[in-house]
Nanobody, 126 residues
């Protein structure tokens, strides 16, 4: 069983940046695609970005394309989300999930991910 712990959230002004981390323990995540999801206030969890098991392929959602970058360090068993040019609508609790698959394709539904962490709050406000 993998345990995931997200960190790096906080309060940031519009246009600012944050880097989120997702540290895995218990088992290696190197054979799994990983993804970041978020849950805006009053909404369900939505896909933000995915990364293949090797890190060679990524897939960001349209609303973060060009602003957010997902990456991973399998030696550290950690996945990252670099968020630039943040907007108020990016305010949400951010989660990482371990996919039950691997390859150069991505599922955007949360049903194919498990081992969710507790999430980290990101608030974008002036």
């Amino acid at each position: 069983q993998v345990q995931l712990v997200e960190s790096g959230g906080g309060l940031v002004q519009p246009g600012g940046s944050l880097r989120l981390s997702c540290a895995a323990s218990g088992r290696s995540i190197s054979n799994s695609n990983m993804a970041w999801f978020r849950r805006p206030p009053g909404s369900g969890r939505e896909f933000v970005a995915g990364i293949s098991s090797t890190g060679d392929y990524t897939w960001p959602a349209d609303f973060v394309r060009g602003r957010f970058t997902i990456s991973r360090d399998n030696a550290k068993n950690t996945v990252y989300l670099q968020m630039n040019r943040l907007k108020p609508e990016d305010t949400a609790v951010y989660y990482c999930g371990q996919g039950d698959y691997r390859g150069d394709f991505f599922y955007t539904g949360e049903g194919r991910y498990n081992s969710w962490g507790q999430g980290t709050q990101v608030t974008v406000s002036s």
